[in-house]
């Protein structure tokens, strides 16, 4: 490994969540993976695909992904064994391990496709035998990792050389003109790749990753050419000929990720660069107020778009690429990214019990749904994702930096980090900056230690009120995003903060989108016409005309969270609540009590307009996935004729 993070993350398991966060992430992981009888009967699906091979049989010319669901859930069992130390887990992880290596054939193929060779498109049909194997040989080399069983290793090696003979440079069919949405799925696969290669070091596996990268500049009717076209700053929906079509964002992020881990072990810089240039574009164009991107999973400059419609795999990739970036520039604006997602996108990504998620989140009346995915169950992509996406916060709370102690998210709960001289420094986080933005970190060094405590000072907190051995001082946000204190520190030392949770407010701006009524009209329409396909669902669902109209809106944010009128809360007329004007700044907010089954709970009074409007944390907005019961909206629309 050339490169080196410049902050270092704890080896997950050294940071546990509590409070509210650690109670949402916890749900999902009891419901998922951690009860014994659930995760039986979830798992026997994902094994039983490799055992049975019908992916390709399903359907004429079409092949299936029943494939990526072993890969996906057990990437987030090992990550739920890692985070809570679960050994039941970590014995299951390797029991599923051993029946999928039993299913590999002597050739080294193992995949849910009958037909191996089956990579290419027909006529009418799809393919997803690349991306899956892409999610089961990530999935042996994290198991391996976990276990320390070399079989594990030895199958992903052999199931990487047997993909090469059918795909790449010395096979017949090059890797951009397999599977669905023009090769851009299965060139994803670069970052299990370059994993293999630092464990093994074996040259092939290195030269097939340069293989990829330097394909996606070789086929103009494939993907889009992403190092290359990365160096530009030119917006990423615009390097798609039909972007609505096949622009799609979970792979073209996971893509970004590969090149991440291409950097660590060429130094390559233009590959940094690259993903740096955009992530940035990413922010500008695609990213939502609630931090998911992309509109429907397709980059289409989404953020010029009212209606919201967002996938939660393209948030958890998102966060991905945030904490590698995160991990390797030491800047905490990717922290800011990563807090503002994982609270509201992930967490309501998930409904109250944590046994299922969404497919999309709106941004008003009805969230959708996952349905099942290919004939199975107990599996879809998102639903499989998310465990592992709300795991992944805990490497960012707390870090190693510049030989000292760095927090970066400010939900409560406890870990340690070991500097770089051994010592292992305690860590506790009280109070809760999505609440009362009031926080104490408590530092417990083994004795009186001297070392840097770098604080992340959110850019949403104007004015932070920092108190530590009897002193007390108001913080600007820094320049480079970090308060850092060098002291000397003893055992119960504290620091305190409190963050400023005045209200903030941020307007949709229409003209962003003048005139593109094409865009408008598909993306609405897009909206409108997906619907909650579980069994049992609501007899009923949005229509085009709920659609909230391209026009002058009001958003209310408080600390990391977005805020939402829902019909639960007391004294809601209607949702969207509309307003008579435009205000001229942010509401003032009276907290209330909150109704059951959400969070927090406020009155906004807008100076100038009279009557209040209650509002409520994104997080619980709609999370009864039924607007019958909780209809709601980010949203306030604004009327037209006052705001011109």
Known sequence: MLVSDVLSPSPLGSWRFSGFLGQRIDAVLTARLLEAGNRERIHAETV?????????????????????????????????????????????????????IATQREDGYIGTYDESGFVCLRPGGTNWNVWCRKYTLWGLIEAWELTGNDDALKAACGMLDHLMTEVGPDAPTDICRTGTFN??????ILTPV???????????????????????????????????????????????????????????VSCLEGLLELYRVTGEEDYLRCVKNVHAMLAQWERAPIGSISFNDKFVGANRLINLLSEVCDAVYWNRLSLQLLRLTGDPAYADEIERTLLNTLVPGANPDGTWALRRLRSSHEHVPAPQHCKLEHHQCCVNNLPRGLIQAAEAALMQRNGGVAVLLYSPGKGKVELPTGQTIQVQIDGDSARSGHVTVTLNPDCQTAFPLALRIPQWSAVTSLSTGGKCRKLAVPPDGWHVIERVWGPGDTVELQFDMRARMSTFDPSLIAGDEKLIGWANGQWA????????????SVTLADAIPQGPAVLVERGPLVLASDARVPGTPTVPHPLPEMPDQPPTLEAIPPPS????????????????????????????????????????????????
């Open 48 to 100: 039983d695909a490799f055992r049975k091979r019908v992916d390709d049989r399903m359907n004429p010319n079409s092949g299936l992904w029943q494939g990526e669901f072993w890969g996906k859930y057990i990437l987030s069992a090992i990550a739920a064994c890692a985070y809570t130390g679960d050994r039941d887990l970590e014995a299951f992880v390797a029991d599923s391990t051993r029946q999928l």
């Open 183 to 188: 090769g851009l799925a299965s060139t994803s």
């Open 194 to 252: 370059i994993k293999l290669y630092g464990h093994t070091a074996r040259q092939r596996y290195l030269d097939y990753a340069l293989y990829i990268v330097d394909q996606w500049g070789k086929h103009p009717d494939g993907p889009p050419d992403i190092f290359r076209k990365g160096l530009t700053n030119i917006p990423v929906h615009t390097w798609f000929p039909n972007s609505g079509g096949w622009a799609k964002s979970y792979e073209f």
């Open 529 to 540: 016409n997906l619907k909650n396909m579980l069994p049992n669902a609501p007899p009923h």
């Open 597 to 644: 089954g959400i969070a927090q709970a406020y009155i906004a009074h807008f100076e100038g307009i009279d009557s209040p409007i209650p509002l409520c944390d994104f997080p619980s907005a709609g999370n009864t996935w039924d607007q019958r019961t909780s209809r709601f909206s980010m949203w306030l629309p604004v009327n037209s004729s006052a705001s011109t």
